[in-house]
């Protein structure tokens, strides 16, 4: 739920376990909303604390609650000590590698970590709770190195320095600079929590990293997938190609629904396209697989896509650490308390290794497309449509870029899931490499922004030579372009071109303006 604060125009996210979408995790990530608890979330995080409370006033021995972890889950540990162990465990467990991660994919992993512990399964203390949408709220960001996570026993190294810095140690991230997260919290009058049994182990166990870099990308793909149908329908029409293999009985012939719904898209982009209408006489029998068989592959791609999305808001609103705390007030007892494994981030690697191989094929297509406009033998357009050919390259190696991104891309779509390593003793013993996959799909999507962006510009400059004009969301397109790319008049250095044009179609927001002025396209 997403509704306007009684204090200002700033939206507020409401955590609940339950209905939190991708849509509200980037709008909390990019810092345009604030966060609460909701009132309904409450009740079933008090009930999973008193389990936890009850255990620890009559002694009983719980895994997670006052024994040790992983392989020492035989030793017991004493009352008096089990804040201290919460506190090793925090301590011990904060051993990322890397880069830090961006305040964006930190603040998506602290809201996606809040929800999670709102959904009323794991006896977290609701201090720690509120601890989160205070950092949230007052823009403490803790500094997080990126690589550490295994992706089963949950993102424990990465969630440990988060933890970390909830209890006022570790470091925070604060204008691009690194401090000491007690002088931060010093200077915004707030104070560090207190962890409590079982506090410690909540907060890090759980997908939260792979799934924050998995909303990251989804968010980004939710436009750059869109206005990848709208390039191939400007790369169609520069390359004058027919629109027939996209009629509505072919794809009925073939009911998957992705290509299908391409197919529809193309027929609503190109709709007015007067070059479509003045060579549908023409002696062409059929085009070049790369267009033709465009729905399918696009249409393959977003159906990857249409499961991505599905799985996120599924695992958003999971619980996902261990153990979990089913409350029976009428039948109270140690199998209140239920060691599983839902922090095993399978599904999430899965389907972003899956995502991350769809993301290949579109740029590979794409690239493709790129190679029919710049050859002159089959486009009947100038050679690498330079004014003038010899003397100049034109966007000749525009194509090279692509095909180097592209490169990229193919190592990336090699699944990071085929590989586990044994830990703690053979106790954990398959592991997921989720947190590896959803990085990897991330940084995939940047790296088709810039094929796609290679496409886009080849495009632009073939219909250049076009004697009729496209369909208005192409030369909506075509525009938008112009403003950051204007036609060829001589060869020049295109590259920050090209990269400005990879990240608008990812993040610019010319897929609102587009349907805005032409209309909306369908989804």
């Given at each position: 739920f997403v509704g306007g604060s009684d204090m200002s125009d700033e939206q507020v996210v409401f955590a609940d376990g339950s209905t939190l979408s991708p849509q509200e995790v980037m709008m909390v990530a990019k810092q345009r909303a604030t966060v609460a608890v909701s009132e309904n979330a409450w009740p079933a995080i008090h009930a999973a604390r008193g389990v936890v409370d009850r255990i620890v006033s009559t002694g009983e021995t719980v895994y997670g609650i006052n024994t040790g972890f992983g392989a020492l889950v035989q030793e017991r540990i004493s009352s008096e000590d089990l804040a201290q162990l919460q506190l090793n465990l925090v301590r011990s467990h904060a051993t990322a590698l890397g880069e830090y991660m961006s305040?964006?994919?930190?603040?998506?992993?602290?809201?996606?970590?809040?929800?999670?512990?709102?959904?009323?399964?794991?006896?977290?203390?609701?201090?720690?709770?509120?601890?989160?949408?205070?950092?949230?709220?007052?823009?403490?960001?803790?500094?997080?190195p990126r690589i550490g996570s295994l992706g089963a026993s949950g993102d424990l190294a990465p969630l440990s320095h988060l933890a970390l810095a909830l209890i006022g140690e570790g470091t925070v991230l604060e204008n691009g600079n690194v401090r000491p997260t007690a002088d931060a919290l010093f200077d915004k009058g707030l104070v560090p929590?207190?962890?409590?049994?079982?506090?410690?182990?909540?907060?890090?166990?759980?997908?939260?990293?792979?799934?924050?870099?998995?909303?990251?990308?989804?968010?980004?793909?939710?436009?750059?997938?869109?206005?990848?149908?709208?390039?191939?329908?400007?790369?169609?029409?520069?390359?004058?190609?027919?629109?027939?293999?996209?009629?509505?009985?072919?794809?009925?012939?073939?009911?998957?629904?992705?290509?299908?719904?391409?197919?529809?898209?193309?027929r609503t982009i190109l709709s007015g396209s007067d070059i479509?209408?003045?060579?549908?006489?023409?002696?062409?029998?059929?085009?070049?697989?790369?267009?033709?068989?465009?729905?399918?592959?696009?249409?393959?791609?977003?159906e990857s896509y249409m499961r991505l999305g599905d799985m996120l808001h599924r695992e958003i609103n999971s619980a996902t650490d261990n153990p979990l705390i089913f409350p029976e007030p009428d039948n109270p007892g140690s199998h209140e308390v239920v060691s599983q494994g839902n922090f095993h981030g399978e599904i999430v690697a899965l389907t972003c290794d899956a995502m991350s191989l769809a993301l290949f094929e579109?740029?590979?297509?794409?690239?493709?497309?790129?190679?029919?406009?710049?050859?002159?033998?089959?486009?009947?357009?100038?050679?690498?449509?330079?004014s003038n050919?010899?003397?100049?390259?034109?966007?000749?190696?525009?194509?090279?870029?692509?095909?180097?991104?592209?490169?990229?891309?193919?190592?990336?779509?090699?699944?990071?899931?085929?590989?586990?390593?044994?830990?703690?003793?053979?106790?954990?013993?398959?592991?997921?490499?989720?947190?590896?996959?959803?990085?990897?799909?991330?940084t995939g999507v940047e790296r088709l922004s810039e094929v796609l962006a290679c496409e886009l510009l080849i495009a632009c400059e073939a219909l250049e030579h076009a004697a009729h004009r496209s369909s208005p969301h192409v030369n909506g397109l075509v525009q938008l372009v112009r403003s950051v790319s204007p036609r060829l008049d001589g060869d020049r250095s295109t590259s920050e071109e090209?990269?400005?044009?990879?990240?608008?179609?990812?993040t610019g927001g010319w897929l609102a303006r587009l349907e805005a002025e032409h209309g909306r396209l369908p989804r």
């Open positions: 305040v964006e994919a930190v603040r998506a992993m602290m809201l996606i970590r809040l929800n999670s512990l709102c959904k009323g399964h794991s006896g977290i203390h609701p201090d720690c709770i509120r601890q989160l949408v205070v950092y949230l709220n007052h823009h403490v960001h803790p500094a997080v929590v207190e962890l409590t049994a079982k506090d410690g182990l909540s907060l890090i166990n759980g997908t939260s990293q792979m799934t924050a870099y998995s909303a990251l990308a989804q968010q980004e793909l939710s436009e750059l997938l869109m206005l990848s149908d709208v390039v191939l329908a400007a790369s169609m029409d520069a390359r004058s190609c027919s629109l027939t293999p996209s009629r509505e009985e072919v794809h009925q012939a073939r009911p998957h629904p992705g290509q299908a719904l391409v197919a529809q898209r193309l479509l209408d003045s060579h549908e006489d023409c002696d062409r029998v059929q085009d070049p697989y790369s267009f033709r068989c465009a729905p399918q592959v696009h249409g393959a791609v977003y579109l740029g590979s297509i794409s690239e493709r497309r790129m190679d029919q406009m710049l050859d002159p033998t089959r486009s009947g357009l100038p050679a690498f449509l330079a050919s010899g003397l100049e390259s034109g966007l000749m190696i525009v194509q090279y870029a692509a095909g180097s991104s592209l490169s990229e891309l193919h190592g990336q779509c090699t699944p990071r899931t085929a590989f586990s390593t044994s830990t703690s003793a053979g106790q954990e013993d398959h592991v997921s490499m989720g947190a590896t996959a959803a990085w990897n799909l991330y090209l990269r400005t044009l990879a990240y608008t179609l990812r």
